[in-house]
């Protein structure tokens, strides 16, 4: 009996806990080169080198079951001292095919400081990021 219900237990942890690959919530990473095939930043950062090119990824957690499917994903980078002054907007498309979104940020385009991307659904916030330019 003891032997029964841990088997059980095992079982039962093994496929809630298997990683399976899908995203499971969305992310933003910032780095300098992306994997291609798996298509992640490679050695993402918090901190990066302002003469550099930089590269943002975004991916999106599939919409699964009872969720609705979004319409509309915007990406905003603002500096972190003035969250109002959005210094780029980029309107993602979604359709089937969409699992993420990748853009380059020019070397020197911004000054020195901390920056946030921040990612909406359908107008809701679903994740931010905060990044220092050195």
């Known amino acids: 009996m003891i032997l029964f219900i841990v088997l059980i237990s095992i079982v039962f942890f093994f496929f809630i806990l298997k990683d399976d690959g899908e995203i499971k919530r ?20 918090n901190k990066v ?33 003035d969250r109002s002054n959005v210094l780029m907007e980029e309107t993602i498309p979604n359709d089937a095919g969409t699992s993420g979104y990748e853009f380059k940020i020019s070397p020197g385009k911004l000054s020195a400081g901390k920056y946030q991307i921040s990612l909406y659904r359908d107008n809701n916030l679903s994740v931010e990021k905060v990044f ?3």
Do not use: M
Request: charged share 40%; glycine share 4%.
């Open 49 to 81: 080198d302002r003469n550099k090119e930089l590269i943002v990824s975004t991916h999106f957690k599939d919409n699964l079951g009872k969720e609705k499917q979004n319409k509309k994903f915007v990406l905003k980078l603002a500096n972190i001292k």
């Open 26 to 45: 969305d992310n933003i990473e910032i780095g300098y080169k992306t994997n291609d095939e798996s298509q992640q930043i490679i050695d993402p950062k």
């Open 132 to 134: 220092t330019f050195k």
